[in-house]
């Protein structure tokens, strides 16, 4: 970041008064004429002509940051900041290889789906093929996931696999065990299940993903890493390979017959509305744990979000006042939002309104089923009460 604001004020620096006397014999029309640029920059914005070509622009600084923030002197640097040490510090993501005995499940404060809750451990299960699945039950990446680690669990549970999910929460409200045993019980997850909610299996892995799925073979040690959506058929691959190693090759077929990728590259990202990770946001001042007017700004460029009316923005969340209302100008197929506390949330898009969400618990809410991929601008009416925690996209 210095040396890219430092190169063009050194540009600036060895060129600008060269460049400034080459262009004052041409200022009677410069001036005009950029003044002329400004203007119809700006009515292209007020008349929303700057969204097809925000969106047509490839993602190529993703690819970079991708680049930078997976290179293996991010990841030393990393672990040297947080403390992080042992085999999976530098596990390697793809690639079927032994990477040391994997670390022990720590911490957890609660277990779903075994024997009477009993605890579950790697020791208690050398002999299977483990795989642990670090999520969290409002992350509609890892929802996604869901069907194919049921799929497995069922199809080659009887060969010798056990699915663990690694329940290691985002948000507060994650954290209550009656929360967690509710959303266990509707997504019909039938695994086991713990909860991480001091994070140590979290650091004990070196983790850093929701989703991560880490697989263990038989000897106790972690053969394979995937991280986020997709590569199924690969994963899959892995598990009836660990199963063949030092036991009978699974006798049925594979459950998975073809890959889900899990977004286009232009699609909106993970948009938080607490003032900790609150970014792409357009429209007034934020004030922090206090009860502030917000006014909605005329335009919103794509991939951002406004507050209008009363809100209270806290950490992880933002508190619906009177007239509390929310505008986001997204790009995607499905909307999802984190919601809690009690009430009502009207939704509209591009002015008209689709229907109207009743909020009763602590969850993800799908607002938004549009079929493919599309431009639009979402706003929600709150009643007092509600709690916003983050926007999803599919």
């Given at each position: 970041y210095?040396?890219?604001?430092?190169l063009?004020?050194?540009?600036?620096a060895?060129?600008?008064?060269?460049?400034?006397d080459?262009?004052r014999?041409?200022?009677?029309?410069?001036?005009p004429?950029?003044?002329a640029?400004?203007?119809?920059?700006?009515l292209?914005?007020?008349?929303g002509?700057?969204?097809?070509?925000?969106?047509?622009?490839?993602g190529?600084?993703?690819a970079?940051?991708?680049?930078?923030?997976?290179?293996?002197?991010?990841d030393e640097?990393?672990?040297?900041?947080?403390?992080?040490?042992?085999?999976?510090?530098?596990?390697?993501e793809?690639?079927?290889d032994?990477?040391?005995p994997?670390?022990e499940?720590?911490?957890?404060?609660?277990?779903l789906?075994?024997?009477?809750?009993?605890?579950?451990s790697?020791?208690?299960?050398?002999?299977r093929?483990?795989v642990?699945d670090f999520?969290?039950?409002?992350?509609?990446?890892?929802?996604?996931?869901?069907?194919?680690?049921?799929?497995w669990?069922?199809?080659?549970r009887?060969d010798?696999?056990?699915i663990?999910?690694?329940?290691?929460?985002?948000?507060?409200?994650?954290?209550?065990?009656?929360?967690?045993?509710?959303a266990?019980?509707?997504?019909g997850?039938?695994?086991?299940?713990?909860?991480?909610?001091?994070?140590?299996?979290?650091h004990?892995y070196?983790?850093?993903?929701?989703?991560?799925k880490?697989f263990v073979d038989?000897?106790?040690?972690?053969?394979?890493?995937?991280f986020?959506?997709?590569?199924?058929e690969?994963?899959e691959?892995?598990?009836?390979?660990?199963l063949?190693e030092?036991?009978?090759a699974?006798?049925?077929?594979?459950v998975?017959?073809?890959?889900v990728?899990?977004?286009?590259?232009?699609l909106t990202?993970e948009t938080?509305?607490?003032f900790?990770?609150?970014?792409r946001?357009?429209?007034?001042p934020?004030?922090?744990?206090?009860?502030t007017e917000?006014?909605?700004?005329?335009?919103?460029?794509?991939?951002?979000?406004?507050?209008g009316?009363?809100?209270?923005v806290?950490?992880?969340?933002?508190v619906?006042?009177?007239?509390?209302?929310?505008?986001?100008?997204?790009?995607?197929?499905?909307?999802?939002l984190?919601l809690?506390?009690?009430?009502?949330?009207?939704?509209?898009?591009d002015?008209?309104r689709?229907?109207?969400?009743?909020v009763?618990?602590d969850?993800l809410?799908t607002l938004?089923?549009?079929?493919?991929?599309l431009?639009?601008l979402?706003?929600l009416?709150?009643?007092?009460g509600?709690?916003?925690?983050?926007?999803?996209?599919g």
């Amino acid at each position: 970041y210095a040396l890219g604001a430092a190169l063009p004020m050194l540009a600036i620096a060895l060129f600008g008064r060269r460049a400034a006397d080459a262009l004052r014999p041409r200022v009677h029309w410069l001036r005009p004429a950029l003044g002329a640029v400004v203007g119809l920059t700006a009515l292209a914005i007020a008349f929303g002509l700057d969204k097809p070509f925000q969106t047509s622009v490839p993602g190529y600084t993703e690819a970079l940051q991708e680049r930078i923030e997976r290179s293996a002197r991010a990841d030393e640097e990393l672990g040297r900041l947080t403390g992080r040490s042992g085999v999976l510090s530098d596990v390697a993501e793809g690639e079927l290889d032994d990477f040391g005995p994997a670390p022990e499940l720590a911490g957890v404060t609660g277990w779903l789906n075994t024997d009477g809750g009993k605890p579950l451990s790697l020791a208690a299960l050398r002999g299977r093929v483990v795989v642990l699945d670090f999520w969290t039950y409002s992350c509609v990446n890892c929802l996604r996931t869901l069907p194919y680690l049921e799929a497995w669990d069922t199809a080659y549970r009887g060969d010798g696999l056990t699915i663990v999910g690694v329940h290691t929460p985002e948000f507060a409200f994650e954290r209550e065990a009656a929360n967690v045993r509710r959303a266990v019980r509707e997504l019909g997850v039938r695994y086991p299940v713990a909860q991480d909610n001091d994070y140590a299996t979290w650091h004990a892995y070196a983790n850093r993903y929701w989703p991560a799925k880490y697989f263990v073979d038989r000897r106790g040690h972690v053969r394979f890493v995937h991280f986020g959506e997709g590569e199924y058929e690969r994963s899959e691959e892995v598990i009836r390979a660990l199963l063949a190693e030092d036991g009978e090759a699974p006798g049925r077929g594979a459950v998975v017959k073809g890959a889900v990728t899990a977004s286009g590259p232009h699609l909106t990202p993970e948009t938080y509305l607490g003032f900790l990770r609150l970014d792409r946001y357009a429209g007034s001042p934020v004030r922090p744990n206090a009860e502030t007017e917000y006014r909605l700004p005329a335009d919103l460029p794509t991939h951002t979000v406004a507050y209008g009316g009363s809100w209270r923005v806290e950490r992880e969340r933002a508190v619906a006042g009177p007239r509390a209302r929310l505008r986001l100008a997204f790009h995607a197929r499905d909307v999802h939002l984190v919601l809690g506390g009690r009430g009502t949330v009207e939704v509209l898009l591009d002015g008209r309104r689709r229907r109207t969400v009743r909020v009763d618990e602590d969850r993800l809410y799908t607002l938004l089923r549009l079929g493919k991929p599309l431009d639009g601008l979402l706003e929600l009416r709150f009643t007092p009460g509600v709690e916003a925690y983050a926007f999803t996209f599919g």
